[in-house]
């Protein structure tokens, strides 16, 4: 058996453009034109009266998805720890948030929700309401057939306390709803620039010096069968069709060595000019399915 990888975007991807030249659908509109059959959101950037849409929103959701034959895939929640001045989120406020947005991603067909907490640690360690909080929530999660899956996100490392923390979590409580997001630019061989600044979308390395941290991409290997989904992070392809920031013939090495079966996800997250996104996001999905029929036993679709 080989591995099985699908092909999805997340409209994160259009950011610059998304409300001021490009409507929700036109963006549906292009990924499903990109060959592409799987949908990534963000709850409260994509759904308009966020979080109760209304139901004329939600028939034209699912007649879009049916038009254009794409796949709800991950819902991206935020879980803002930081939203009172002065204080920290509760644990009974986290639990609602959840609750909210994985009854709402269970509404618009959506399998897998990434929950994104504030941080209390330069390589992200999440705010420690997420534990007890997520715990409460995974009979809902389980109820409505969602993965909760936290993104391991630069400049997080596989090896870490971090994601330590998140298998603990699924060996202690035996759950089959909560797993990892792997976003590949963990893997980044070198950050990427944009006039001068760093075009992370984390900031411009004024809040901490930009280094990059050496993740072996081996390391997947450890966390694979954890891994639910997968963020497929990227900055710039060039005209030869060459990622010199991202490891992609390893990375689907790896998938394809234990047989991985699920979703890249385009995250686009390069120069954000009009037009670079779609552009990108082509280029990027061509030499993915290059690599993919390159491997002595690789199946996509």
Not at 140 to 152: G, Q, T
């Amino acid at each position: 058996m080989s591995a099985d990888l699908k092909y999805g975007v997340s409209l994160y991807s259009y950011t610059n453009e998304f409300g001021v030249t490009l409507t929700l659908e036109d963006c549906i509109e292009d990924v499903a034109d990109l060959g592409a059959t799987g949908l990534e959101i963000l709850g409260e950037a994509h759904i308009p009266s966020y979080p109760e849409p209304k139901a004329e929103w939600i028939d034209a959701w699912f007649a879009a998805l049916e038009r254009y034959q794409l796949e709800p895939t991950c819902y991206g929640s935020w879980v803002d720890t930081r939203r009172f001045g002065g204080r920290s989120l509760t644990e009974d406020e986290a639990v609602w948030q959840l609750e909210t947005d994985l009854r709402l991603a269970a509404r618009l067909g959506f399998r897998f929700l990434r929950p994104k907490l504030g941080v209390v640690t330069s390589d992200l360690e999440p705010d420690p309401v997420w534990e007890p909080a997520t715990e409460r929530v995974l009979d809902l999660a389980a109820e409505l057939d969602i993965v909760i899956c936290p993104e391991i996100h630069w400049p997080s490392v596989i090896k870490s306390k971090v994601v330590d923390d998140y298998l603990g979590f699924i060996e202690r409580t035996g759950t089959k709803h909560f797993g990892l997001l792997m976003d590949t630019g963990v893997f980044q061989k070198s950050m990427h620039h944009r006039g001068g600044g760093i075009a992370s979308r984390l900031g411009d390395g004024s809040a901490r010096p930009p280094i990059t941290p050496v993740v072996p991409v081996s390391d997947l290997e450890d966390v694979i069968d954890k891994t639910v989904h997968i963020q497929a992070k990227f900055y710039e392809i060039d005209d030869e069709l060459v990622d010199h920031y991202i490891p992609w013939r390893e990375i689907l090495d790896v998938l394809e060595r234990h047989h991985w079966s699920g979703y890249l996800s385009s995250e686009y997250e390069g120069d954000y000019a009009t037009g670079r996104a779609a552009d990108q996001l082509r280029r990027q999905h061509a030499l993915l399915r290059q690599l993919a029929l390159e491997a002595p036993k690789g199946s996509a679709r």
